[in-house]
């Protein structure tokens, strides 16, 4: 049989040239077979990957680990999106272990026979960034704890993969129901999510050049990018941030002012109560950090440190325990190289302990919640006592 027999092969014609859509699971051998035989029958001019340089630099260097400063993550507050991608390359790495194959080995697939045919690549998905951020922005606040508890449940969830589940991945049709049921669930990431990366990616593939173009992707964009072929695409636009709302700038701002306006209404009309009131404010702070950085196995000096700023940072916008907790426990842990690459091993709490590297983004992100609870439940309090 021919490979353009193949189900998982789409055939476009558009202006004169052949571009082949091949819809692929990212965890399948069959998946990896299947694209080395198309680009070696059809010999394309180009091969387009759903990757962008961020994920392609991932998936050719495998000492990328090596190159992450625990001291910048922090810093530069990038501790929640390490946490998301190491839940979702645990899941991805356990999946491809009950498969035997490497998450990503079908892009590794067309990157390497791309080469072997003399075809040019392009990397034709968008910046992982812009989906991140777009899909952070269309979501409400509901959502995002729900996704984040789903992160840290498939990061530390003990459960074995089911040969059922495996096969499941498999079939073309069961993903592109996976899809649509995703987008039932929450549909709110229907648009930046799927929707504008179809756009995206169909519009990259079409301006690729040569007059027959192979373009690898998953299984369950290749519906909607077929509906996107003639339509007209703005990627720069669907590549900008959108900027806060107005209740997301004003967020980081309430608690404090509210604190700060509490403790002025005491000083002005009650000057007696102002030091109880601080008090329980210190009190609720320090204790919700202290208790969820104590969770997280923190180093003795990091709990007591994080506890004692805490009261203090949460009238600061912009600054929370989570930074505090995970800067002075990295300054004590140091993570070493050993630490930065076995971030690739990662995938139960166990390991997420051991490793010294996310033994840090687990206190930064305990302290973050502590924190966060911490402040609500003292203006809370603060309130009830004025």
């Known amino acids: 049989m021919s ?15 052949d571009i082949y859509l091949v819809g692929t699971a990212h965890v399948s051998q069959r998946s990896v077979d299947d694209v080395g035989r198309i680009i070696l029958e059809l010999r394309p001019d180009t091969v387009c ?40 390359s645990s899941y991805q790495r356990r999946l491809g272990e009950k498969l035997g194959v490497r998450p990503g080995a079908e892009m590794l697939a067309a990157i390497d026979h791309a080469e072997r045919v003399g075809a040019g690549l392009v990397l034709a998905d968008r910046d992982i960034q812009a989906t991140l951020k777009r899909s952070w922005a269309a979501i409400s ?16 969830a003990k ?3 089911t040969q059922e589940q495996v096969e499941a991945l498999k079939d073309r049709d069961n993903i592109s129901e996976m899809v649509r049921e995703f987008a039932e669930v929450m549909p709110r990431l229907q648009r930046p999510l799927i929707d504008e990366r179809d756009r995206f990616l169909m519009s990259a593939i079409r301006e690729a050049p040569g007059r027959c173009v192979v373009a690898v992707v998953g ?8 509906k996107y072929l003639h339509a007209e695409v703005d990627r720069q636009a669907l590549s900008q ?3 806060p709302s107005w209740l997301g700038r004003l967020a ?28 329980v404010w210190a ?3 320090a204790v919700l950090v202290g208790a969820f950085t104590l969770a997280a196995r923190a180093k003795p000096l990091t709990l007591l440190l994080a506890a004692l700023a805490a009261p203090i940072v949460a009238l600061i916008p912009h600054v929370g325990a989570g930074t505090v907790a995970a800067l002075i426990e990295a300054w004590q842990r140091r993570p070493g190289v050993a630490d930065s690459e076995g971030l690739s091993q990662v995938s139960s709490l166990a390991d997420w302990l051991k490793n010294r590297f996310t033994r840090v983004l687990l206190v930064g992100l305990a302290a973050t919640v502590g924190g966060a609870l911490g402040a609500l439940l003292a203006v809370v309090l603060v309130f009830v006592w004025a």
């Open 3 to 17: 490979a353009l027999e193949l189900d998982c092969v789409t055939h476009l014609g558009y202006e004169g040239r």
């Open 49 to 88: 990957v759903e990757l962008d340089a961020t994920r392609h630099q991932a998936l050719v260097d495998p000492k990328r680990w090596r190159k992450l400063d625990i001291f910048q993550v922090i810093t530069q507050r990038r501790v929640l999106f390490l946490l998301t991608s190491l839940a979702l």
């Open 141 to 156: 606040v509901w959502d995002c704890l729900q996704l984040l508890g789903a992160a840290v449940g498939s990061l530390f």
């Open 159 to 161: 459960g074995d993969i």
């Open 219 to 226: 299984a369950g964009h290749v519906g909607g990018m077929v």
């Open 241 to 243: 941030i959108p900027p």
């Open 252 to 279: 980081p701002w309430l608690i404090p002012v509210a604190a700060l306006a509490l403790f002025y209404r005491a000083y002005v009309t009650a000057a007696s109560e102002l030091g109880s009131m601080v008090i």
């Open 283 to 285: 009190l609720a702070n």
